[in-house]
Every structure is written in C-alpha cells, then in structure tokens.
C-alpha cells in the first residue's frame, strides 16, 4: 500500500496535512502525536515582524462549523526560524510554512528568509486570509495580485510554492489558473469563508472582528466542489481542505481531484485524528484494490448514469 | 502528557436546576492531573455542537483502597454543550482529553492561603484545599454567588478544615454583596508580615477585583482565567489573554499553555 503523494518536487510520505493556523507551529504536538508521522505540517501564517492579532474573543461556533478572526497572531518568521524549525526538523516533520504579507515586498523576504533557512520543505502563500485589513486576500481576490505574490516568490525561491486561495470569489478555478501560470506548484484550497454571527439580545457581533471565517463539517461540499473546478482547470497538484473530519470526508477530496488533503478545525475536536485518518485511507485503499493512493486521484466518474428500469 | 479518555459517566449528580456534578471514569487523567488543571470535554460525536469545552477538575474520586478512578467536574447550563453535560446519563460516554494547563502553584507554611470563588468558579478549589491541608497551609475560602441556593459543596470545605467566608447578592446566605468586600477587609486587618496567598477563579470582573485588591495590598495572587477556548492545545489561539512581556508592552498569551493559572499582577485588566 503506497500513500506517498507528489506535490512539485515534494514527495509527501502520505497525503495528510496539518492546516495552516489550526496546528500553532507544530511543536505544541510534539507531545502528543509523532509529527513525522504525518504527509506535513502546515505552520500557522508567518509576517516578518510579529503581530499581536485582534482582541478576544476570537472564535464562535456555529451549526457543525466555526468562525474564526484570529488576526494572524504570530512570532514573526526570524523568531520562527530560531525558536521553532529546529525542533519540527528534530522530530521528522516536513514543513510547509505558511508565508504571510502586507505588500509583495514582504511575501518575497520572508519567503527568502525561509529559503535560506534549514527544514522548510514548502512555501505556501496566504494570499487569503479574511481577517486582516491589508495584504493576503486582497492580493487572493485579485488575478493579478495573485499571479504578481506567485511570479515575484517564484523567483526567489527553489522551494514548491503554493498559493493559498479563498473560496470567497465568483470563479475560483481562474485563480488556480492564475497561479499556475506564474509558477506555482500547486494550490492549496479552500481557506475559510467570509462569515459573521450576531448576538440577537445584544446585537453585537460575537467575535471582535465583527466579521470572520467560516471553518469546519459545514463548508465540506463547497469545497469538495471548487477542488474539483480547480482540478478541471489545471495541471499542477490540487492540495484540498475544508472540514476534513474522518478518512471518508480525505477520500472524498482526493476523488474530486486533491493530491492531498489538510485538516483543520477537526484537529480541534480531535487532536489524535491523524492515525485515523490515515489508517482509514490505507484500509479503504485495501477495500478497492488499489495499490497507490496516487492512483485515486481526480478518479471522479461522471458518466450519466441509466436509471434502472427506465427501458432505455 | 495528557491523554484523550473515552470516559463513561459514573454519576450524574444535579446540585439545582442549572448546576450539576458530573462523575467520569478516567483514572489516567485522574492520576496525574494537579490542582487547577483543566480538561477538554465533548458529548457524542456529532458536529453541533462540534467543539469541546474546557472544564477544571472539581475532586479527583478514588475507590476504596485510595486508588483514582476517575474525576468529577461542575457543570453550569449555559449553552449546547453545559446542556448536554447536565442531562448525561450514566453509561453515556464523553471524550475527556487533559489534564491540561499550568496549574496553581500551592504555598507552604507560615504562608496562609485564601482562595476567592465565584460561582462555578468553586471548581478547581476542592483539590486545592486537599494539596493545602497536606502541606500543613492554614486555608479561607471566599466564595461568593447569586444565592443561598447557589453555594455549593460548604460541608466538602468545611471536612478539609477550611474557614469559610460567604457572600450572597440576594442576601440568604452570609453577607449580602461581593465577596471582594470582606476580602478586601481580612487583606486590611492583616499585618504585612504575615504571608498570603491569593487564588482566584469565577467571573472575569470579580477577578479583576481581586486582582486590584491583591495589588493594592502588595500580595501574590494567582488566577485561574476562563476564555473562549477552541482545542486546549496551543494550535488555534483563541483563548488569549493579554499579559505584560518581558520586553516590556502587553502581549496575547495563549491562556490554554501559559495558564490557566496566570500571575494576576501580570495580566492587563479591563478597568
């Protein structure tokens, strides 16, 4: 049974991801869960300098889902880079870091810096974070803001770059394009969706950014969908999430075209989800016959189906 | 290192018609789990409500020959998942991932300790007396609610050799008001010489209170925060507080891995 997926040059030893901002740095597990284990671990979104993100509360939950507005609360990528990597690098993590800016000019240093530095095995844009007043989805929003993110980090780095992309425009598939054609490995989708939650009896919203992202079971379809409009439209590897809760929701992205999946929100619930999750696919894979996860890629079968005893 | 426990209700004990004492087998997170820990609770495995909840650990139970076999925790009915909590019934399962957090640091004699209640606030003080009582630390609690009917477990407190001092907003029981009132007044009949302990949990503006007061009166003082929290892990940053850095400014803390129990004189209070 071989779940090792390819994602660029990257070859993942299975197809299960931590999601960016749902998984800290990684070594708040390390404890827990053997973090080589997994495909990688997405780190939560890097700037250069730190931030202090917004004021609680934060997070709300909502029918099977939650929204979010963190703000991007992070250590900066040079403490990152110091305090952190060595320590995913000793427990066998492959690392993706999830690159954050306010301008282009700040996507491509913090992207050389990780360059640089020893163990970042991918670099994976956040040009589509909700939450914050400048920079990120305003360049996801735009197609050539993404493919200007995409081109200028291309050509600074050897690393696979993937763009991360919001759900929350018409045509997503033209963004994956977009991306492709600037260089990008792959695309990671979806980042969450633009939500908000009001308190009737004080009609005040419940998180302090009023508005924020919806995660979680809830967005499942929607995403299975624009994964499947990405695969459609591009060549490059489609790497899927959006309310991953067991192999079966894994499997579903995969048909539907993803090379690998992330998991967030239920990493909350569940923070030993990941044998599971990749015990489930092995098991399912044994189930049909096939020998490697690889091979069930984009296996959606689309054929009209002849209803029974129409007499057709 | 915690551990995530398919815990089965032992017991379902309602306290009134909005407050309960859950009793859960889960003898490996009774065993290590110390004062002012905290776990991370879910009913059922479906996805409303879909994330867990944080609860302090209210008595660690033993069996007769004194090993644990489990712990209890006091529920408040407040939202989707307290329901759920309050209706459990016997046998039913819930996910128990802990113990969790930083806890209280308990003091030594001479040092006196006074813990401040409020509410369900009460929870994580029952092991703590029990960790006083056997270092010897002569131990007040002040404790605080709405009600008469709303003070619970004042038997449990008083067989751990605790000094009681009651406040009631209504007035049924003790003193009628806040309970920072009489701890202000023990803090002023204290000679400064003599050692206190300040531990505190309940609600964020009695916290606050006692947190000024503590200051006021140059005493240490611990405080167990409650924040809304997503995983209890450190992976989604919800549950932050804001706290003084040690290069100066205020900074967002992570309050599931710095605290819950966080150093008052540290914390940035709403005034």
């Known amino acids: 049974m071989d779940l090792s997926v390819q994602i660029g040059s990257l070859t993942l030893r299975n197809p299960v991801i931590a999601a960016s901002g749902c998984f800290g740095y990684g070594v708040e597990y390390a404890d827990l869960i053997d973090l080589s284990s997994l495909g990688a671990v997405a780190v939560k979104g890097l700037f250069l300098t730190e931030r202090e993100g917004h004021p609680p509360p934060r997070i709300v939950e909502t029918p099977a889902g ?27 993590a492959t690392v993706i870091v999830n690159v ?47 493919y200007d993110v995409v081109s200028a980090v291309r050509r600074v780095t050897r690393l696979p770059v993937i763009p991360k992309l919001t759900p929350n425009v018409t045509d997503v598939a033209s963004f994956a394009a977009a991306a492709e054609e600037a260089g990008a490995d792959a695309v990671s989708l979806v980042n969450t969706f633009l939500a908000m939650v009001i308190d009737i009896e004080t009609r005040r919203p419940k998180i302090s950014n009023v508005v924020g992202g919806l995660s979680g079971p809830a967005i499942r379809p929607i995403a299975v969908r624009m994964v499947y409009e990405c695969r459609e439209r591009v060549k490059i590897p489609v790497i899927g999430m959006g309310g991953i809760a ?23 619930v569940d923070p030993l989800i990941w044998s599971k999750l990749i015990e489930g696919m092995a098991a399912y894979l044994q189930r049909h016959a096939i020998p490697r996860i690889a091979d069930l890629v984009g296996t959606l079968d689309t054929r009209q189906q002849i209803a029974e005893g129409s007499g057709v | 290192m915690p551990s995530d426990v398919d815990a089965e209700v032992m017991a379902n004990t309602p306290l009134t018609t909005d407050y309960n004492v859950l009793a859960l087998s889960a003898s490996s997170i009774a065993r290590s789990v110390a004062p002012g820990q905290f776990v991370m609770l879910k009913t059922g495995g479906n996805y409303d409500p879909l994330l867990r909840r944080p609860f302090s650990i ?8 004194g090993q644990e076999t489990g712990f209890s925790i006091l529920n408040k009915r407040i939202g989707a998942s307290t329901r759920l909590l309050y209706e459990a019934r016997r046998g039913q399962h819930v996910a128990c991932l802990g113990p969790l957090g930083r806890p209280f640091t308990p003091v030594d004699p001479p040092s006196e300790a006074w813990m401040v209640a409020g509410g369900v606030g009460l929870a994580p003080f029952a092991e703590l007396a029990r960790a006083l009582r056997a270092r010897g630390v002569s131990t007040t609690l002040f404790y605080g609610a709405r009600s008469a009917s709303e ?8 067989s751990l050799g605790v000094t009681l001092v009651v ?40 916290l606050a209170a006692t947190a000024k007061t503590a200051r006021r009166f140059a005493r240490p003082c611990e405080v167990s925060v409650e924040r809304i929290m997503g995983c209890g892990l450190g992976g989604c940053y919800s549950c932050v507080v804001l706290m003084r850095g040690s290069r100066g400014g205020f900074h967002h803390v992570r309050s599931c891995l710095a605290g819950p129990v966080l150093p008052a004189d540290q914390i940035l209070w709403d005034e």
């Open chain 2, 151 to 158: 003070l619970f477990h004042l038997d449990l407190f008083g």
């Open chain 1, 66 to 92: 939650m929204v979010n507005a963190i703000g991007l609360q992070g250590i900066g990528v040079r403490r990152f880079v110091d305090e952190k990597l060595p320590e995913l690098a000793m427990r066998g």
């Open chain 2, 58 to 65: 209210f008595e660690v139970l033993r069996d007769r020959s």
């Open chain 2, 167 to 206: 406040t009631t907003e209504d007035g049924t029981a003790g003193e009628r008001g806040r309970i920072v009132t009489p701890l202000e007044r023990a803090f002023a009949e204290r000679p400064a010489g003599d050692p206190v302990m300040t531990y505190a949990c309940g609600p964020e503006g009695m």
């Open chain 1, 100 to 146: 954050c800016g306010t301008t282009l000019d700040e996507y491509v240093e913090v992207s050389r810096i990780l360059s640089d530095a020893e163990g970042v095995a991918a670099l994976e844009l956040n040009i589509s974070c909700p939450n914050i007043k400048e920079g990120g989805i305003q360049f996801g929003c735009s197609l050539t803001g993404t």
């Open chain 1, 246 to 268: 067991d192999a079966r929701d894994a499997l579903e992205f995969m048909i539907a075209g993803a090379s690998a999946v992330q998991v967030g929100t239920a990493n909350f």
